[in-house]
Nanobody, 116 residues
């Protein structure tokens, strides 16, 4: 059974950092592309970062380039999103997603709030 569980969200001041984790079960994260999305209140869900299977090629939304880093720990079967220099505009629920043989799987999300 495929399952994605996010953690690491919280309240942080502008300029601060957080590291989100997406713990996977039922499959191996190294074999599939893994994605972080976010959805802010009143806005559509958007792709934030992606890491490809095996070769670890990464892609980022323009709004987070240079501030966020996606990575993968194959031993822990977990994907991370390191978020630095956080801005109020980064406030959102962050979701982990993967697609396996045409089926989308999402985690339950973790809230990130950037506020002073």
């Amino acid at each position: 059974q495929v399952q994605l569980v996010e953690s690491g969200g919280g309240l942080v001041q502008p300029g601060g950092s957080l590291r989100l984790a997406c713990a996977a079960s039922g499959f191996t994260v190294r074999s599939f592309a893994m994605n972080w999305y976010r959805q802010a209140p009143g806005k559509e869900r958007e792709l934030v970062a992606r890491i490809s299977s095996f070769v670890r090629a990464t892609n980022y939304a323009d709004s987070v380039k240079g501030r966020f880093t996606i990575s993968r720990d194959n031993d822990k079967n977990t994907v991370y999103l390191q978020m630095n220099s956080l801005e109020p505009e980064d406030t959102a629920v962050y979701y982990c997603r993967t697609e396996i043989r045409g089926v989308d799987y999402w985690g339950q999300g973790t809230q990130v709030t950037v506020s002073s």
